[in-house]
């Protein structure tokens, strides 16, 4: 038996469009990963408390409202406090490309924008992966 | 062992740690399970199966409620299967129990049954074995259960429950799989739904049936409805008291030895089944031998007893 | 179909056809619509003529309304052109509004925020980073005096889409009419008020169905008597679509959902010819043109035969579905986003040949953020186009009789029947729901759908294939983050001027009225509002006494 990556897909704020959460979570499922999906609106507090009960190694955010500068910095902020600073946070949703750089130095990982094909979600999983156990 | 005091002082990221040591069968994992060893046997530990859709997680939310109104600390393991083509997994049990996520005498954990058949994972049951030493006093144990095979979750559990709803065809359907033998309580959820009553009913039955042939006495029969809320009052009673029951009447302690046994069982076969394989290379020399058997060259018994004993000659010198 | 063209067929078959093939074969094997139903190479009289034309298809105007629900459609009047309009503050939505009725809009579109449209005020924790963002906030009735100051209620008709608070907003435009001195039975408009397709597709739901189907029908009975021209519910098939759902699905869930609130009105004693004539619709326009006609027609045939057949409505306005229809939000690509203005284009002449009353369309800058004023203008020029310019509306459905299109009509509808017939045996709409079958049936469609976007078996412009190097256009619109802290301050306001005793009264005899399911609440409601309770605190109210409805979630 070996170890598996374990990713959590969550989506914080109040939106209810879920068909990309969805979509990420079946996805990543199919690729082999086993996913964690907490649901529609979850708070920066239970999708963190989520991520360290279920040991994850990435948690993946989505939201469509445009919160997102106020709820992914957040998690990420108390993953911290939570000393859980190491597990991978990444997300989507409609992110202007003016937003990026915010959330990138706001430690969010990754963002997978519209449109983005489901093999760079994996690609970017395989690679930030072997980056920790080097 | 560090990780060994966080997990007695009940610190969550050690203890999430420490169910991913057991799950992924890490080489660290037998010192841990017997350093946690003299910390278990407190906590209560309650078994909930049925089909998919019986609302087993809704009901497992509704009484880790009434655990933490009575001051308890619960933890959940949801087990859900993983696929058998890629290895992943969806795990969507928690959504149901999400309310409980911040509460800190709360723990969830989704686990993947990993190819392990029975209905739990090979982790499980050490991962109870985590819970119990930091501290639960009452762990929920949910799988699905729909055919005879997935009945691991009695030797785990103190208590079973099997949730069955009315209107999904597959009370009969349950009944001829045989996973009616497993219930200690049996669960008739989403009880305001046509068919309620027919479904307890036809539970009664067979359980009757069952009492004229073993014995047994009656488990009980509870309806549910944690759509309202109706009847988890009812059910939560009923399960505590059963527990001191079997306290008290010495019934747990004799479930407790059965599932000691099983699990003495297990790990021996497999440490045997390890030993041959590292004593005899039984992976490098198989095509070897199989090619002999097959060209008539040699008999499968005599080879093996021949092997084996010359095996036991070699250890005893 | 006559025996000449039966054997001209074959004969087209063995030799025109035959050489063409050979030396060009079709570019795939099979040809399917944008919600993966299978298309023939031609269609002839044959499929057009099957069943009676005029028990099928017949006249506009007239059962079953397969050619639309008025004689003349838009040779009388054009449909309503409502964008979709709210953010930020009622201050600056109601500049919007204004700017959009300057602009020759006819009628309004409410956007509200998610705190207001689950029930939480501004300054809830759980609003955080959401307030004002896909709409405007409303936290009591002084934000909504706000947002009509200056627009008088008496000449537009309002849109708005609320649906679990559907009640307490629709509470708080009766009194602020009244405020303008326009009484109740001259303002007209719809509130989305639908429910079921919250827990289906959209999320915004409070309340559990029991007591959210009670609201309703509190709601219909009120309005039966007191505000005659509301539209007291708009059923909607858009965020099915949204959610990834095919066309057929769309069509069949939606009128699922309409038989559950027709039932539930009936059981409680409501005459159906007294509220029918008031349900409207709303779907969603695709990008396949043909298929979105076909599904627009095929419904209204379906909703006429379910009114007069399954309820026996006697009004042949109970037996019309009029509908709303707003362009797909989905379809929009972040990738080179003028070719969104193409899309849409594409989408609102389905729409206006499908017969729908009233259109939004969306902005090309829509999958990147809030529109801009421009592109919101480019957005209703598209219909203005299609009004004035390109013709289709001079004739009533103008497709009608397109052999492809009629076999397409009856595919969709005969397709819809399955679903509703299997959501029926399984006990109704709530049922459904509540066993994960439509969630799953949906998701299942939306999952199909990306992997073949995926694989390149279905192309999207820009996205999939054709795609360049760009750079994100600069001028998006922006929410202020400190709206938030101006909401909450606006609040506190209200709370600190308000005279509290008579808020507290009022919020304590709609939670004594809420205890007894017998209870009209649209009252007791309006009074909460009348003295300035805030949303969060009537919702919280209910809440207590209706409990919270919990996502049933199959993957």
Redesign the interface.
Request: proline share 5%; glycine share 10%.
């Given at each position: 038996?070996?170890?598996?990556i374990r990713i959590e897909i969550a989506k914080p704020?109040?939106?209810?469009?879920?068909?990309g959460a969805?979509?990420i979570?079946?996805?990543?499922?199919?690729?082999?990963?086993?996913?964690?999906?907490?649901?529609?609106?979850?708070?920066p507090?239970?999708i963190v408390?989520?991520a360290?009960?279920?040991?994850v190694d990435f948690v993946g955010l989505s939201l469509l409202?445009?919160?997102h500068?106020?709820?992914f910095p957040r998690v990420v902020e108390l993953l911290k406090e939570?000393?859980?600073g190491d597990i991978i946070v990444f997300g989507g949703g409609?992110i202007?490309?003016?937003d990026l750089d915010f959330l990138k130095t706001h430690g969010i990982q990754a963002i997978f924008?519209?449109?983005t094909?489901?093999?760079d979600v994996i690609a970017f999983i395989e690679s930030t992966r072997k980056g920790h156990a080097a | 062992m560090e990780l060994v005091t966080d997990i007695l002082a009940g610190k969550t990221r050690a203890v999430a740690r420490a169910v991913s040591i057991v799950e992924n069968n890490s080489h660290d994992k037998e010192a841990l399970i017997d350093a946690l060893h003299d910390y278990t046997g407190h906590a209560a530990v309650w078994g909930i199966t049925g089909p998919p859709g019986a609302g087993k997680s809704t009901l497992a939310d509704c009484l880790i409620q009434k655990e933490r109104d009575a001051g308890k600390k619960v933890a959940v393991i949801a087990v859900d299967p993983s696929s058998p083509f890629t290895g992943g997994a969806l795990l969507g049990d928690r959504l149901r129990m999400q309310t409980h996520a911040v509460d800190p005498g709360v723990f969830i954990r989704s686990m993947a049954s990993r190819g392990h058949l029975g209905g739990i994972s090979a982790g499980t049951l050490d991962a109870v074995k985590i819970f119990d030493a930091a501290g639960f006093d009452t762990i929920i144990v949910e799988t699905i259960g729909v055919g005879q095979t997935e009945i691991e979750i009695i030797e785990l559990s103190d208590i079973v429950m099997l949730v069955l709803v009315p209107g999904m065809g597959d009370e009969i359907q349950a009944m001829k799989a045989g996973i009616m033998e497993i219930g200690d309580v049996y669960v008739v959820n989403k009880s305001d739904k046509d068919g309620a009553q027919r479904l307890k009913a036809e539970i009664e039955y067979v359980l009757m049936l069952k009492e004229q042939t073993n014995g047994d006495p009656s488990p009980g029969i509870l309806m549910t409805s944690s759509r309202d809320n109706t009847g988890i009052d009812e059910l939560h009673i009923h399960l505590t008291q059963l527990y001191h029951e079997r306290t008290r009447n010495g019934m747990l302690s004799v479930r407790r030895k059965k599932r000691i046994k099983k699990e003495m069982d297990d790990i021996f076969n497999r440490k045997v089944q390890d030993l041959i394989e590292k004593e005899l290379s039984l992976s490098a020399n198989s095509s070897t031998w199989i090619e002999k058997v097959y060209r008539k060259e040699i008999k499968l018994y005599s080879f093996i007893n021949n092997t084996l004993a010359e095996f036991e000659r070699s250890n005893k010198k | 179909m006559p025996e000449s063209i039966k054997n001209r067929k074959k004969e087209w078959e063995r030799t025109t056809l035959k050489k063409v093939l050979e030396r060009f074969p079709e570019q795939r094997e099979i040809f399917t619509t944008g919600s993966d139903k299978e298309v023939d190479r031609i269609y002839l009289p044959e499929e057009e003529l099957k069943g009676d034309y005029l028990e099928k298809i017949g006249f506009p105007g007239e059962y079953p309304y397969t050619r639309g629900v008025q004689p003349t459609m838009y040779r009388g009047r054009l449909w309503t052109m409502r964008q979709y309009a709210g953010f930020g503050t009622a201050e600056e939505s109601n500049s919007r509004y204004k700017y959009l009725l300057n602009q020759g809009q006819t009628g309004l579109s409410i956007a509200f925020d998610l705190p207001t449209q689950i029930g939480y005020d501004s300054d809830d924790p759980v609003s955080a980073g959401e307030v004002g963002k896909v709409g405007v906030a409303i936290d009591s009735l002084k934000d909504m005096e706000i947002l009509f100051d200056g627009i008088p209620l008496d000449k537009v008709s309002t849109s708005m889409t609320i649906n679990a608070p559907a009640a307490v907003l629709l509470a708080m435009y009766i009194v602020v009419a009244e405020k303008q001195g326009v009484s109740r039975d001259k303002i007209r408009g719809t509130i989305q008020n639908d429910i079921l397709k919250e827990y289906i597709a959209r999320g915004t739901y409070i309340f559990p169905p029991a007591p959210s189907m009670r609201l309703i029908n509190n709601i219909f009975e009120f309005c039966s008597t007191e505000v005659p021209k509301w539209n007291t519910i708009s059923i909607s098939g858009y965020h099915i679509r949204e959610a990834g759902s095919t066309a057929v699905q769309e069509i069949a869930f939606t009128i699922a959902d309409g038989i559950e609130y027709v039932r539930n009105a009936i059981g409680v004693g409501l005459d159906v010819d007294h509220f029918a004539g008031r349900l409207s619709f709303f779907f969603n326009a695709h990008n396949d043109l043909l298929e979105e006609v076909a599904k627009y027609r095929a419904a209204r045939r379906i909703w006429a035969k379910v009114m007069k057949e399954n309820f026996s409505a006697k009004k042949e306005k109970s037996m019309m579905m009029r509908f709303h229809t707003q362009t797909a939000g989905s379809s929009l690509t972040a990738q080179q986003p003028d070719n969104n203005v193409i899309r849409v284009t594409i989408q609102t002449l389905a729409a206006v040949l499908g017969g729908t009353q009233s259109l939004h369309t969306n902005s090309k800058d829509e999958a990147l953020a809030l529109p801009t004023e421009d592109s919101v203008r480019v957005a209703l020029r598209t219909q203005q186009i299609v009004a004035h310019e390109s013709g289709v509306t001079n004739t009533v459905d103008p497709l009608a009789g397109s052999y492809y299109l009629e076999q397409l009509t009856d595919d969709i509808e005969k397709e819809a029947w399955d679903y509703i017939n299997r959501i029926e045996k399984m006990g109704g709409m709530v049922q459904a729901i509540e066993a994960g079958y439509v969630q799953k049936e949906i998701q299942d469609s939306a999952y199909r759908y990306q992997k073949a976007v995926e694989s390149g078996d279905r192309v999207v412009v820009g996205v999939n294939k054709f795609t360049v190097e760009e750079k994100e256009p600069a001028g998006l619109l922006k929410v202020d983050p400190a709206l938030g802290k101006i909401q909450a301050k606006k609040l506190q306001d209200v709370r600190n001027t308000r005279d509290n005793r008579k808020t507290s009264d009022t919020l304590q005899a709609l939670g004594e009225a809420a205890k007894d399911t017998k209870t009209n609440l649209m009252p007791f409601i309006m009074e909460a509002v009348r003295s300035y309770a805030t949303l969060g605190e009537i919702s919280n109210v209910l809440r207590k006494e209706f409990g919270e409805y919990r996502e049933s979630i199959v993957l």
């Open positions: 038996m070996s170890e598996k704020g109040l939106d209810g469009h879920d068909r969805k979509y979570a079946r996805a990543l499922k199919d690729a082999g990963y086993e996913v964690i999906y907490t649901g529609i609106r979850q708070t507090e239970s408390a989520t360290i009960q279920e040991d409202s445009g919160a500068n106020e709820l939570q000393d859980a409609v202007p490309e003016e924008r519209p449109g094909p489901i093999s | - | -």
